[in-house]
């Protein structure tokens, strides 16, 4: 059973940065994707940044050039690394994978019923 578990969520005013993380357990797989998703009070849940386990990324419009997705794989460790903070980006945070075959579809999916592990987030707040 892989487990997810994310952590470096708080509470930051705009313009500040934090580093989320998140580490799996038990992830024998060697073709994935691995995602951060998050989901606002009232909102549907969206895709932040994904990334494959050949290091292909990409990023939802709203965060390009703002927030980075790196991962580790000694480490079984995804990173979110968010710098210019602005309020709409509070959310809590979900860590998601989906580990899976690259050869027919090499870049990863937003749709987040399209991951099966999920971790149980981590909240971001963010004040003007």
């Known amino acids: 059973q892989v487990q997810l578990v994310e952590s470096g969520g708080g509470s930051v005013q705009a313009g500040g940065s934090l580093r989320l993380s998140c580490t799996a357990s038990?992830?024998?797989?060697?073709?994935?994707?691995m995602g951060w998703f998050r989901q606002a009070p009232g909102k549907e849940r969206e895709g932040v940044a994904t990334i494959t386990s050949h290091g292909i990324t990409t990023y939802a419009d709203s965060v390009k050039g703002r927030f980075t997705i790196s991962q580790d794989k000694a480490k079984n460790s995804l990173y979110l690394q968010m710098n210019s903070l602005k309020p709409e980006d509070t959310a809590m945070y979900y860590c998601?994978?989906?580990?899976?075959?690259?050869?027919?579809?090499?870049?990863?999916?937003?749709?987040?019923?399209?991951?099966?592990?999920w971790g149980q987030g981590t909240q971001v707040t963010v004040s003007s």
């Open positions: 038990r992830y024998p797989y060697s073709s994935y994707c």
């Open positions: 998601a994978a989906d580990p899976r075959s690259l050869l027919l579809q090499p870049i990863c999916s937003w749709i987040p019923s399209g991951y099966g592990y």
